[in-house]
């Protein structure tokens, strides 16, 4: 079945970086759209980042500029560099699967968090101030 496990959040301060990992397996990377969603206390989820099998990515306008979503198939793992963090940034990060990115720009790219089928159980981000 379709496994996905984040590692790498932790506490920085405002500026800094944290690279996030989410290690894939159950499913053919071929079609596959990837994407990162971030959930502070008391609100929505809401998506960051994805990318398509091809290498095709998009995001948030609140992070774009500052965070690069990649992807590595020969290990089966997605990434998520975080540079110049804010105290904004801070939430649990998940990562979420499901077949074909859709066209067009961000928030389009990606489409609704509920057309993601498969999420980990997320790492916590803390920027501090």
């Known amino acids: 079945q379709v496994q996905l496990v984040e590692s790498g959040g932790g506490s920085v301060q405002a500026g800094g970086s944290l690279r996030l990992s989410c290690a894939a397996s159950?499913?053919?990377?071929?079609?596959?759209?990837m994407g990162w969603f971030r959930q502070a206390p008391g609100k929505e989820r809401e998506g960051v980042a994805a990318?398509?099998?091809?290498?095709?990515?998009s995001y948030a306008d609140s992070v774009k500029g500052r965070f690069t979503i990649s992807q590595d198939n020969a290990k089966n793992t997605l990434y998520l560099q975080m540079n110049s963090l804010k105290p904004e940034d801070t939430g649990m990060y998940h990562c979420?699967?499901?077949?074909?990115?859709?066209?067009?720009?961000?928030?389009?790219?990606?489409?609704?968090?509920?057309?993601?089928?498969?999420w980990g159980q997320g790492t916590q981000v803390t920027v501090s101030s």
């Open positions: 979420a699967f499901r077949y074909g990115c859709y066209s067009g720009a961000w928030p389009s790219f990606a489409g609704d968090k509920a057309d993601f089928g498969y």
């Open positions: 990318i398509d099998s091809d290498g095709s990515a």
């Open positions: 159950g499913y053919s990377y071929s079609g596959a759209c």
